[in-house]
C-alpha cells in the first residue's frame, strides 16, 4: 500500500475557551472582556449570553493568567476542554439553586412583613410589646441574607469605580432597612422632624421596611428567571460539537484501527460503514451508500455518494461501506465552522434589558449625587441636619427601581405563559426586541414548509401491466428496507395491497436500491443509477413523465423486473396543509417571503409556485444560508428565519429572530429564539404579533417606570414627601407595571 502525502495544517493564533461564571449584565461581560484584553498580546472576546471568553493569542500554558485576570476583576473562571462544558453548567445550577432558595425566603417573609407593618403603621392601637422587634427580626434575613447577591455585586462594582442597577437595588435596600430602624428605635423625632408635610402615626415610617423586603423579593424574582432563561443560551454550541463522533476506523499500514478522532490527520484513509457517523471532512475514495445528509442540507433524502464525492462530519452513511480520504479534521471540518458561527450570531444578540442598563449607567449616579445635592441645600438654606438628611434619604428611595426591575421579567413572564396556551415558546428578551422590526421572513423549506415525509404522487405502469401486481412487487421488495422512499412506496401500497408475496436473495444495493427474487424473477427498485449499473435505458413510454417529474423537483424510482422498466413512481415531500393559510397571514401582516432550502431548484420552486412565493434560494449549504441571511440584513431588512434542521442553527442565530419548529432538532431548538410546538404554521403570525404585543407592553411599563422616578424625585426633593404616600406611590408604580403586564394574559391575536 502506497505511502499518503499528508497535508500540513496553516499555523492559527493559539486560542483559550474559558467559561465565566458570576456575569450579572452586559456591562460584567464588558468589565472582563477589558479585563482579559489588558494581558500581553491577547485579544478577548466575551460572550455574555453563553458566558464563555474565547482568548486568542494566548498560549495554552498561559491559561491560568486569563483565570487569574477574571478573577482580579471579580469574578469566577475556567478554562473549557471541547466537549466538556462541565464546570459552566454546575456553576449556573449553583446559582440558579441560589437564587431560588433567596427568593423563597424573601417570599416567605416579604410578604406577612408587607400586611404587619402596614396595619401597625395605621392602626397604633393594634400594636403590642416588641412589636418593632418582631418586624425588624422577619426583615433582617430578607435585607441581609436575601439581598445579599445585590449587595456582593454593589461592592465588587464601587471596587472597580463603577454602578449598575445592583447598586440602586443594595443602596434602596440598605437606606430603607436603615432608616426604618432608626425611626423605630429612635422614636418619632427621627421621623417626624424630616416628613415636612404632616404628622404620621407614631412608628408609620417603619413602612420602609416593607419597601426593603419588597423591593428584594421582586428584584430576585426577575434575577432568578433571567439567569434561568440565560442558561440556555450556550446550549447550541454543545449540540453541534456533540455531531462529530469522537472515535475513527482510520486504515494504518493496511489494518482498520479505531482510533480518537483527533488523532487523525489530513491525507489519512478513514472507513465509516453503514449507519456511521462521517468523523472528517474528505473525499469518497472507495464504495458507495446513500448518505444522509440532512443534518447539513436539510435534504430529506439520502444523496448518493462514490468515489470523487465529497463528504462531510457528522452526516451518516445509511446503507453502504465508504473509504474517505480525510480533507479537513477538528476545527477546520464545516461542522466545526458551523459551531464556531453559531457562537459568533449568539454573540450578536441584543437583549431589551440592555436599555435598562445604558440608563441605568447615568441614571444611578445622578440619583446618588442628587441625593447629596438636595442634602446640602436643605442644610445651606438653614434647615437642621435631621431634616437635610432626611430629605436626602427621600430622594434616594423614592428612586428605588423597584418598577424598573419587575417590567421587563413580569411581562416576559405572563407573555411567555399566553404563548404557551398557544403553543409558542418565547425564550427571552431578545425575540421580543426583534419582532418589533421584522420585515422579512425567511422559511426553510424542508419539514418546515413540507411535511418532510416522502409521498408517492404519481405510479406509471407499462403497457400491459396491472398497477396492483406493480404496487404488490414494490411493496414486497421495499419491505425489508428502512429507507425514507421505501416507506413512501409500501404505504402507497398498504391500501390496495393484501398480502407480499415472499423475497429471495434479498439485498441492498448501496446508494441504488434493493434487489431481490420474486416468485422466481429478478426485480430490482431503485434510482436512475440502478438503470445506469444495469444498462437499461428508460423506456419511451416513461419519458415524459420522467422529464415532468425532473422540471418539478420529484424524485423517479424505477421498478425493474428481469431486465425491463414496468413501472416508475413520482414521489415528493407535500407541503404543509396550513402553509398556504400561513402565508397569507405573513403578507397582510406586510412580511416579504423568502424560501431557503438546500434542495433542488426544482424542487424549491415547485414549493414556492404552491404557496405563492416569488423570492426562491435554492441549492444553500448550511454555512451559505447563514451568509443569505446575513446579505439580507446587510440590505436594511430585518429577518425573521423559521427553521428545524441543525442545518439552520447557524442562519437562525444570525438573523435579528430565529424560529425553530419544535418537531424539528434540538439544534436548531437551542439556536432559535421562538420555539413553535403547535402543529399549525400559522403560528408563525401568531408568535410575531404575541411578541411584538408583549414588546410593546415591556415599553410601556419602562416607560411608566422610569416617568415615575422622574416625577418623584423632584417632590422628595421638595421636602414634600409623607412616607406613608412614598410606599404607597411606590407599591402602586409596581402594582400598575405588574397590571399592564397581566393584560397579556387575555391578549387576542388576529386570526
Known amino acids: 500500500m502506497s505511502t499518503s502525502l499528508v497535508t500540513a495544517e496553516p499555523t492559527a493564533a493559539p486560542v483559550v475557551e474559558l467559561s465565566v461564571g458570576g456575569m450579572t449584565c452586559a456591562s460584567c461581560a464588558g468589565r472582563v472582556e477589558r479585563a482579559l484584553n489588558r494581558l500581553d498580546g491577547v485579544s478577548a472576546s466575551v460572550n455574555y449570553a453563553t458566558e464563555r471568553a474565547l482568548v486568542s493569542g494566548l498560549a495554552p500554558e498561559r491559561a491560568d493568567a486569563a483565570v487569574a485576570a477574571v478573577r482580579k476583576a471579580g469574578y469566577d473562571a475556567a478554562v473549557r476542554v471541547d466537549g466538556d462544558d462541565e464546570w459552566s ?15 423563597l425566603l424573601a ?7 408587607m400586611d404587619l407593618t402596614l396595619v401597625l403603621a395605621l392602626v397604633p392601637r393594634l400594636r403590642f410589646p416588641g412589636w418593632e422587634l418582631l418586624c425588624v427580626a422577619l426583615a433582617i434575613p430578607v435585607v441581609v441574607w436575601a439581598a445579599w447577591p445585590f449587595h456582593r455585586a454593589t461592592l465588587r462594582n464601587l471596587r472597580h469605580g463603577s454602578v449598575t442597577m445592583d447598586t440602586l437595588v443594595s443602596l434602596g435596600i440598605a437606606v430603607s432597612f436603615g ?17 415636612g408635610y404632616g404628622m404620621t402615626p407614631a412608628g408609620a415610617s417603619s413602612i ?65 460503514r453503514a449507519g456511521e457517523t462521517v468523523p472528517v471532512d474528505g473525499t469518497v475514495v472507495d464504495g458507495r451508500a446513500g448518505v444522509d445528509t440532512s443534518s447539513l442540507t436539510g435534504e430529506p433524502l439520502p444523496r448518493d455518494t462514490g468515489p470523487g464525492d465529497d463528504i462531510v462530519t457528522g452526516t451518516i452513511s445509511r446503507d453502504g461501506r465508504v473509504v474517505v480520504r480525510s480533507t479537513a479534521v477538528g476545527a477546520h471540518t464545516r461542522l466545526a465552522q458551523l459551531t464556531a458561527m453559531a457562537e459568533q450570531a449568539q454573540s450578536s444578540k441584543a437583549r431589551v434589558q440592555a436599555l435598562v442598563d445604558r440608563i441605568v449607567r447615568w441614571f444611578v449616579p445622578a440619583v446618588i449625587a442628587a441625593a447629596i445635592v438636595v442634602t446640602a441645600a436643605w442644610l445651606v438654606g438653614g434647615a437642621s441636619v435631621g431634616h437635610a438628611i432626611g430629605v436626602g434619604i427621600a430622594v434616594l428611595i423614592i428612586a428605588c427601581p423597584c418598577a424598573l426591575g419587575l417590567a421587563t421579567p413580569t411581562a416576559l413572564m405572563v407573555g411567555v405563559g399566553r404563548g404557551a396556551q398557544l403553543g409558542i415558546l418565547i425564550k427571552g428578551q431578545a425575540a421580543l426586541e426583534a419582532s418589533g422590526r421584522i420585515d422579512t421572513i425567511v422559511l426553510d423549506k424542508t419539514g418546515t414548509v413540507t411535511l418532510s415525509t416522502p409521498r408517492v404522487t404519481g405510479v406509471e405502469v407499462a403497457p400491459g ?8 412487487l414494490a411493496a414486497a421488495i421495499e419491505a425489508g428496507s428502512e429507507h425514507p422512499i421505501a416507506a413512501a412506496i409500501t404505504t402507497a401500497a398498504a391500501g390496495r395491497v393484501t398480502d407480499l408475496p415472499e423475497v429471495r436473495d434479498y439485498r441492498t444495493l448501496p ?30 413510454w416513461a419519458t415524459d413523465t420522467v422529464e415532468t417529474a425532473e422540471h418539478d423537483g420529484r424524485t423517479v424510482v424505477f421498478l425493474v423486473r428481469d431486465d425491463e422498466v414496468i413501472a416508475l413512481f413520482c414521489i415528493a415531500d407535500d407541503v404543509h396543509p396550513s402553509a398556504k393559510d400561513a402565508l397569507v397571514r405573513l403578507t397582510r401582516m406586510g412580511l416579504h417571503p423568502v424560501l431557503l432550502t438546500g434542495d433542488s431548484t426544482a424542487a424549491a420552486r415547485r414549493v414556492a409556485g404552491e404557496l405563492g412565493i416569488d423570492d426562491v434560494r ?7 444560508k447563514a451568509d443569505v441571511i446575513a446579505a439580507l440584513r446587510g440590505q436594511g431588512h430585518r429577518v425573521a428565519m423559521v427553521g428545524d434542521g441543525i442545518n439552520d442553527a447557524a442562519a437562525l442565530g444570525t438573523a435579528d429572530l430565529g424560529m425553530a419548529i419544535a418537531t424539528g432538532t434540538d439544534i436548531a431548538i437551542r439556536s432559535a429564539d421562538i420555539i413553535l410546538v403547535r402543529d399549525d404554521l400559522t403560528v408563525i403570525a401568531d408568535a410575531l404579533a404575541l411578541a411584538q404585543r408583549t414588546l410593546r407592553t415591556i415599553h410601556g411599563n419602562l416607560g411608566w417606570a422610569f416617568a415615575y422616578n422622574v416625577a418623584a424625585i423632584p417632590i422628595a426633593a421638595a421636602g414634600l414627601l409623607n412616607p406613608l404616600i412614598s410606599a404607597a406611590a411606590m407599591s402602586l408604580s409596581s402594582v400598575l407595571v405588574v397590571w399592564n403586564s397581566l393584560r397579556l394574559r387575555s391578549a387576542r391575536l388576529h386570526r
Not at 432608616?179 to 416628613?195: K, P, S
Not at 401491466?465 to 404488490?472: F, I, S, T
Not at 435554492?618 to 451559505?624: F, G, Q
Open 179 to 195: 432608616w426604618a430602624v432608626a425611626t423605630l428605635f429612635f422614636g418619632e423625632d427621627a421621623g417626624g422632624y424630616w416628613i
Open 618 to 624: 435554492a441549492e444553500v449549504l448550511p454555512d451559505e
Open 511 to 540: 446508494g441504488r436500491g434493493a434487489a431481490g427474487l420474486v416468485d422466481g424473477r429478478a426485480v430490482s427498485v431503485g434510482s436512475a443509477g440502478l438503470l445506469d449499473d444495469l444498462c437499461i435505458t428508460v423506456p419511451a
Open 465 to 472: 401491466e396491472d398497477r396492483v401486481a406493480v404496487l404488490r
Open 208 to 272: 420602609y421596611l416593607d419597601v426593603a423586603a419588597g423591593m428584594t423579593t421582586f428584584q430576585l424574582a426577575g434575577r432568578y428567571f433571567e439567569t434561568r432563561s440565560r442558561r440556555r443560551a450556550g446550549d447550541v454550541l454543545d449540540g453541534l460539537a456533540r455531531l462529530a463522533p469522537d472515535r475513527a476506523r482510520v486504515v494504518r499500514d493496511g489494518v482498520e484501527t479505531v482510533v480518537p478522532t483527533a488523532t487523525v490527520r489530513v491525507g489519512e484513509l478513514v472507513v465509516v
Open 107 to 113: 417570599a416567605l417573609l416579604a410578604f406577612p412583613l
Open 89 to 103: 453548567r454546575r456553576a449556573a445550577l449553583e446559582r440558579i439553586g441560589s437564587l431560588r432558595r433567596r427568593l
